[in-house]
């Protein structure tokens, strides 16, 4: 386990962006398995499991085939990072409202039920991190079948999902559900900083320091307003079916 996120420390890209990117992979096993927790859907632990390591071996010939160059310039150029990033935000946030209708409102096992499916799926961060892992290991490995690296990284995402998993059932209800939207937060908060940090800002204080800075922050500030609205009105919308209801 320490290999991978090591893997993901020693590759291409600058010392800022690897570690952003081991933290945003790190949360979003810590979301992905406390989701699958808070829904109580135990028969779709092994399934979710497979899934995401088999998506991860999958990856292994665009790992096999792309330099380290080519993948930051076709995958990780701002439009396509902002595209992924906005991808990530909108499924952590349905998350968020499916793990606070599946404790809160009436047919908890439905809600519960789309909880678990929607953490049965890859989530990108794993993917991303799992290719450029296996970009890591081909480069390490001079004359080794590109295959096992695959298997290695896939591995590897299985047993941190495993582990993880355990330690989420260990858990109380009330801390899962806790752990869970602190986790799918600071993701979404880490996935925008991530889109945002490719713009550098100047390193001399300047008005152009003060606007690159807004500018940087206003995605960060619109996205938590929407969900400070969103969470305003499904509040109020449910406290006045309660006062409706006899």
């Known amino acids: 386990m320490l290999w991978f996120f090591t893997s993901l420390g020693q590759t291409c890209f600058s010392s800022s962006e690897s570690a952003l990117l081991t933290c945003c992979v790190a949360l979003t096993v810590v979301w992905q398995t ?44 701002p439009n396509t990072l902002a595209l992924l990033g906005g991808i990530q935000v909108l499924v952590t946030g349905f998350s968020f409202s499916l793990g606070l209708r599946s404790v809160s409102t009436l047919h908890q096992e439905r809600w519960r039920l789309l909880l ?35 298997v290695m990284v896939g591995v590897t995402a299985v047993v941190l999902l495993a582990v993880c998993s355990g330690g989420a059932i260990l858990l109380s209800a009330n801390r899962r559900s806790q752990v869970h939207l602190l986790s799918g937060v600071l993701l979404g908060v880490l996935v925008l900083l991530a889109v945002t940090a490719d713009r550098s800002l100047p390193t001399e204080p300047s008005e152009a320091t003060t606007d690159a800075a807004v500018r940087s922050l206003l995605p960060c500030v619109l996205v938590i307003g929407a969900c400070i609205a969103a969470g305003v009105v499904l509040e109020v919308r449910r406290n006045r079916r309660l006062v409706a209801s006899p």
């Open 116 to 150: 678990g499916v929607l953490h049965c799926i890859p989530p990108l961060p794993i993917l991303l991190g799992g290719l450029l892992a296996q970009q890591m290991w081909l480069s390490q490995q001079v004359g080794a079948r590109p295959e096992w690296g695959g």
């Open 34 to 77: 406390t989701g699958l927790a808070v829904s109580r859907q135990w028969f779709l632990l092994p399934f979710a499991w497979g899934v995401v390591g088999l998506s991860v071996f999958l990856l292994n010939p665009i790992a096999d085939s792309t330099s380290p160059f080519d993948l930051r310039e076709k995958l990780l150029n």
